[in-house]
């Protein structure tokens, strides 16, 4: 089937983490979805938080890109399929716009400069302009120059302080870098504040007030944000899937784990990538959601049940008390469905959980692990895991991309055979990770694509 014209897309990036992208990003997504914009999104890296504020702000699917963990087949047909039947594409960045992997030959990979080489999409910054002023046409300047095969096309300013505050950042710019267009100031206001906690904002399904927020946010954009001129500087993507043809899809980044796959998914369980499940289905696969905190067991009839990442040391007493759940769980094993869990869903699989407050809950016990959150110890970083043994997930030596992001520690893993053998992106052998015990597994990477 030959595909429909690929949007024009553009990524909103940042000098570094902390200068108010993502807030940004949304005030935009949403004042142009207001204004009629038939507008989608995208975020790069491993992200499962920002894609669901995306989500709320378009009422469209997110699409994580990731230049270093996906195979270029990946990333061409989720750009291509992504793009299609929307009229502009906004792609959020991570961290600053050079942050990534530095690895020989190519500095940071992964990094949000490397998915704007990749697409060709052209980079519009949001720098925080709260304590400076004139210097800010020498860091416009310096990243615009940096890399030749990134096009940085514009800036906003976050957090200016007044119009005369202005009136200089955008005479710097001129003066430093008449090229790159400055598209708007946005003031310093509390309005535009998000809560966090450790693994970032607060998930966008817990905000009672998510709609109004949202809306005050475009309204200020708006105001302050030539979104016209934004809209024209977009590019269409240049690695799209050949001949924009979606027919020619790539073979699921993770093999589905069944016919009937039972999906955990409430606040416990909400780190799973829409792009992984979307594919079990063009596979052939039923996904069947189910939630752990309201006591629901996994769908009797599936042969294989997925329980994700989330935040289960938030809801540990909770997860303890669902027998039914765990009881699932358990019976599901019994008739040798196959179980996979990663990060949070690892640590439900296993014996116990203790939480932050120093108190152990029973799990599962389907695996020999157990874990604490009770003393954080930040474990960050892309992974490279080779599965030590056949499996679900396939053939001994089959090899995965995947990221790991969590403050839980493990407190005891073993005795059995490791689900993977682990490298970090650079090569550095890292160890086995995970265990398996006869169809149940789980470690603490999230799996995004296979290695090749």
């Not at 995306?54 to 990333?75: E, I, K, Q, Y």
């Not at 430093?176 to 998930?203: K, M, Q, Y």
């Amino acid at each position: 089937m030959q595909a429909e014209t690929v949007a024009p897309g553009l990524i909103i990036a940042a000098p570094a983490s902390g200068s108010g992208k993502t807030v940004v990003t949304l005030a935009l997504l949403r004042a142009l979805a207001n204004s009629g914009v038939n507008v989608t999104s995208a975020k790069a890296g491993p992200d499962y938080i920002d894609p669901a504020f995306h989500r709320f702000a378009t009422g469209r699917a997110c699409v994580n890109l990731d230049s270093w963990a996906m195979r270029p087949a990946t990333l061409s047909n989720l750009v291509t399929v992504h793009s299609i039947s929307a009229e502009l594409l906004l792609a959020e960045g991570v961290m600053g716009l050079f942050d990534g992997v530095n690895l020989p030959g190519r500095p940071g990979a992964g990094s949000t400069a490397d998915l704007a080489a990749s697409t060709g999409w052209p980079v519009v910054l949001v720098v925080d302009a709260g304590r400076q002023a004139a210097s800010v046409g020498a860091l416009v300047s310096g990243f615009a120059g940096h890399r030749d095969d990134v096009d940085v096309v514009g800036v906003i300013f976050n957090r200016v302080a007044s119009e005369s505050h202005t009136a200089v950042l955008k005479a710097a710019v001129a003066q430093a870098t008449p090229d790159v267009a400055v598209l708007g100031a946005v003031p310093r206001t509390s309005e535009l504040t998000l809560p966090e906690r450790h693994l970032g904002l607060v998930p966008a399904s817990e905000h009672d007030a998510l709609e109004p927020f949202l809306d005050n946010a475009a309204r200020i954009a708006a105001e302050n944000i030539d979104l016209s001129a934004l809209q024209r500087l977009a590019r269409p993507a240049r690695n799209v899937a050949a001949e924009n043809d979606i027919s020619s899809i790539p073979p699921p980044p993770i093999p589905p784990l069944g016919q009937r796959i039972a999906v955990a998914q409430d606040l416990a369980f909400g780190f799973a990538y829409g792009s992984v499940l979307e594919a079990w289905r063009n596979a052939g696969a039923e996904i069947v959601p189910f939630s752990p905190l309201a006591d629901q067991a996994p769908a009797t009839d599936a042969d294989a049940v997925y329980v994700p990442g989330g935040y289960p040391e938030m809801h540990a007493g909770e997860l303890a008390a669902a027998t039914a759940f765990l009881d699932g769980l358990r019976t599901a094993a019994a008739r040798n469905a196959v179980i996979f869990g990663e990060c949070g869903g690892y640590m439900v699989l296993g014996e116990s959980l203790t939480d932050g407050d120093g108190v152990k809950h029973a799990m599962a016990g389907l695996l020999p692990v157990e874990t604490s959150f009770a003393e954080r110890r930040l474990h960050l970083g892309y992974r490279v895991a080779t599965l030590a043994g056949e499996g679900p997930l396939g053939a001994r030596g089959t090899a995965y991309r995947g990221h790991e992001f969590h403050y839980a520690s493990v407190v005891r893993e073993g005795p059995g055979r490791p689900l993977f053998e682990v490298k970090s992106a650079a090569g550095a052998g890292l160890g086995p990770c995970g265990r398996v015990d006869g169809t149940v597994s789980g470690s603490f990477i999230h799996l995004i694509d296979r290695a090749a």
